[in-house]
């Protein structure tokens, strides 16, 4: 019997779908209560090659019916998974939606020990399943052994930190970008394999959880990989973010970037302080000393980068800091993430942060780079502290409060207060030599001086402007540049004076 749902179906039709499928609901399982009205639709989507039989049609709640959209009921079901998967938090990899999917019955195992012994040309995999080999390569360039296969989930893991190994995973899951390949690979096949390498026991992926994931929710559980034997860590570190970076079609994501330069960074930041040379031990001498290594590769501008990103990582990582959860893990902001790194690179971190290398010893009392994060990380805290704090990532659009607070943290904004700020702080702490104030935060701020500090971020928030009407005059400003809505700001009453205690 067929239907194509282009016309009602008749009672005795329903009563065949629902004698299948009970009064439940096919998006998540829940019952529909007798006083609601059941709603049937294609399981597969017709346009994608769903029949139109009543084995792939299923009974639906009225509230997922709409919500739905155009979606079949199956990529629907999928888009429920992926939203409750993603609720798990922001910070999340191909390890954790295994976990999840584990945890959910839809896997049986992943991330079981394997070990590898290579011989003659060939390597052979004892796994929990028999033994499994194939053919051994070697790259010309690095003279690294690897080999390509197909393997099963139970066998794959995602590489990320951990205990017995420095995680080379370099990015978080996205969740559009999971849902979007998850129906790409309804009809298209995977032209590239996952890449991955073995350490200890076990077979970690570094390149491709993006599409392990869509292909996962697919259904697809055995998987097409290059997996590394014995590769040297620190490069193909290297060679993983460039891939991820500087050589791929969509970029790194700035957070990201940042987390995985600064951690790199801090490793050998903690080699050369380790070293019994040179004498002198300061940030400009790591400096050289990184540039000077045998087979260094880096430039003065990439390590200045890596720099920054180990400062950057250092306060957004701190566990006083409140801000970190209002930064979005892309370059652009969401409801729940309204802050960009590439924002705060622009505003209070070009500021407050002295992001040059410090030429006083390490061991001197003047070296002061542990006060000046601490001091950072408190001022995170105020700005959250002060009002963001609040942020309703479920407000309508038009709400008020929402509004105040995007204006407050929308890109030209944050850039343009963060200078007045900057202004005020310095004044407040009474720091006037030009080279001082470039290093504001790069002391022992006393309690006294740190109220003096969150006195001044209060008084930002307290400005009027920020809660005028919609479509109000500075909603048009805030999308001028920085110059021009910084002359609006202290045209209008926000001046480092007002932020240091004067009527606007």
Same mark, same amino acid.
């Given at each position: 019997?067929?239907?194509?749902?282009?016309?009602?179906?008749?009672?005795? !039709?329903?009563?065949?779908?629902?004698?299948?499928?009970?009064?439940?609901?096919?998006?998540?399982?829940?019952?529909?209560?007798?006083?609601?009205?059941?709603?049937?639709?294609?399981?597969?989507?017709?346009?994608?090659?769903?029949?139109?039989?009543?084995?792939?049609?299923?009974?639906?709640?009225? $509230?997922?019916?709409?919500?739905?959209?155009?979606?079949?009921? !199956?990529?629907?079901?999928?888009?429920?998974?992926?939203?409750?998967?993603?609720?798990?938090?922001?910070?999340?990899? #191909?390890?954790?939606?295994?976990?999840?999917?584990?945890?959910?019955?839809?896997?049986?195992?992943?991330? #079981?020990?394997?070990?590898?012994?290579?011989?003659?040309?060939?390597?052979?995999?004892?796994?929990?399943?028999?033994?499994?080999?194939?053919?051994?390569?070697?790259?010309?360039?690095?003279?690294? $052994?690897?080999?390509?296969?197909?393997?099963?989930?139970?066998?794959?893991?995602?590489?990320? !930190?951990?205990?017995?190994?420095?995680?080379?995973?370099?990015?978080?899951?996205?969740?559009?970008?999971?849902?979007?390949?998850?129906?790409?690979?309804?009809?298209?096949?995977?032209?590239?394999?996952?890449?991955?390498?073995?350490?200890?026991?076990?077979?970690?992926?570094?390149?491709?959880?993006?599409?392990?994931?869509?292909?996962?929710?697919?259904?697809?559980?055995?998987?097409?990989?290059?997996?590394?034997?014995?590769?040297?860590?620190?490069?193909?570190?290297?060679?993983?973010?460039? /891939?991820?970076?500087?050589?791929?079609?969509?970029?790194?994501?700035?957070?990201?970037?940042?987390?995985?330069?600064?951690?790199?960074?801090?490793?050998?930041?903690?080699?050369?302080?380790?070293?019994?040379?040179? $004498?002198?031990?300061?940030?400009? %001498?790591?400096?050289?000393?990184?540039?000077?290594?045998?087979?260094?590769?880096?430039?003065?501008?990439?390590?200045?980068?890596?720099?920054?990103?180990?400062?950057?990582?250092?306060?957004?990582?701190?566990?006083?800091?409140?801000?970190?959860?209002?930064?979005?893990?892309?370059?652009?902001?969401?409801?729940?993430?309204?802050?960009?790194?590439?924002?705060?690179?622009?505003?209070?971190?070009?500021?407050?942060?002295?992001?040059?290398?410090?030429?006083?010893?390490?061991?001197? !009392?003047?070296?002061?780079?542990?006060?000046?994060?601490?001091?950072?990380?408190?001022?995170?805290?105020?700005?959250?502290?002060?009002?963001?704090?609040?942020?309703?990532?479920? %407000?309508?659009?038009?709400?008020?409060?929402?509004?105040?607070?995007?204006?407050?943290?929308?890109?030209?904004?944050?850039?343009?207060?963060?200078?007045?700020?900057?202004?005020?702080?310095?004044?407040?702490?009474?720091?006037?030599?030009?080279?001082?104030?470039?290093?504001?935060?790069?002391?022992?701020?006393?309690?006294?001086?740190?109220?003096?500090?969150?006195?001044?971020?209060?008084?930002?928030?307290?400005?009027?402007?920020?809660?005028?009407?919609?479509?109000?005059?500075?909603?048009?400003?805030?999308?001028?540049?920085?110059?021009?809505?910084?002359?609006?700001?202290?045209?209008?009453?926000?001046?480092?004076?007002?932020?240091?205690?004067?009527? /606007?």
């Amino acid at each position: 019997m067929a239907s194509t749902l282009k016309r009602q179906l008749n009672e005795e !039709e329903k009563s065949i779908i629902l004698a299948r499928f009970g009064r439940r609901c096919y998006a998540n399982g829940h019952a529909i209560s007798e006083e609601e009205q059941v709603q049937f639709d294609h399981i597969h989507a017709h346009v994608r090659g769903g029949d139109s039989e009543l084995n792939n049609i299923a009974p639906m709640c009225s $509230q997922h019916n709409k919500q739905k959209g155009q979606l079949s009921l !199956e990529d629907f079901r999928t888009k429920l998974q992926l939203d409750a998967f993603f609720e798990i938090g922001a910070k999340l990899t #191909l390890r954790h939606l295994l976990a999840f999917l584990q945890q959910n019955k839809r896997i049986d195992r992943y991330g #079981l020990p394997i070990v590898a012994l290579a011989d003659d040309g060939a390597v052979k995999l004892d796994t929990q399943s028999g033994d499994l080999s194939y053919t051994l390569y070697k790259c010309p360039t690095t003279g690294w $052994q690897y080999f390509y296969a197909t393997l099963d989930i139970s066998l794959l893991d995602s590489d990320d !930190e951990g205990d017995d190994s420095i995680g080379l995973q370099p990015r978080y899951l996205i969740k559009d970008k999971v849902f979007s390949l998850y129906r790409h690979f309804q009809a298209h096949p995977v032209l590239q394999p996952s890449i991955g390498r073995i350490t200890g026991s076990h077979i970690r992926l570094f390149d491709g959880q993006h599409k392990i994931a869509a292909l996962l929710m697919n259904g697809r559980r055995v998987f097409e990989c290059k997996i590394y034997l014995n590769p040297n860590l620190r490069l193909l570190n290297d060679t993983n973010i460039a /891939a991820h970076d500087a050589f791929a079609q969509t970029r790194f994501y700035s957070s990201i970037m940042v987390m995985k330069l600064g951690a790199e960074f801090a490793q050998d930041f903690e080699d050369f302080k380790n070293l019994e040379q040179p $004498q002198i031990k300061n940030e400009q %001498a790591f400096f050289h000393y990184v540039l000077s290594r045998p087979n260094a590769m880096l430039t003065k501008a990439e390590l200045n980068r890596r720099f920054r990103a180990h400062l950057y990582n250092s306060v957004l990582t701190d566990q006083r800091n409140k801000l970190d959860r209002f930064v979005s893990r892309g370059n652009r902001g969401t409801d729940e993430q309204p802050i960009t790194m590439d924002m705060l690179d622009k505003s209070i971190f070009a500021h407050f942060l002295y992001r040059e290398p410090a030429v006083e010893s390490m061991t001197a !009392e003047e070296y002061r780079r542990d006060d000046e994060l601490s001091n950072m990380v408190d001022l995170c805290s105020m700005l959250v502290d002060g009002g963001l704090e609040s942020w309703d990532a479920k %407000a309508p659009k038009d709400d008020q409060h929402r509004l105040r607070l995007q204006r407050i943290f929308s890109s030209k904004s944050m850039m343009a207060w963060s200078e007045l700020l900057w202004d005020a702080v310095c004044a407040r702490l009474e720091i006037t030599d030009t080279d001082e104030r470039l290093r504001v935060f790069y002391r022992q701020l006393s309690t006294a001086e740190i109220e003096r500090v969150r006195r001044v971020v209060l008084r930002l928030y307290d400005w009027s402007h920020w809660s005028t009407p919609k479509d109000d005059q500075i909603d048009r400003i805030l999308s001028d540049k920085k110059t021009a809505v910084k002359d609006w700001f202290k045209a209008h009453g926000l001046t480092t004076g007002y932020l240091m205690g004067a009527s /606007a």
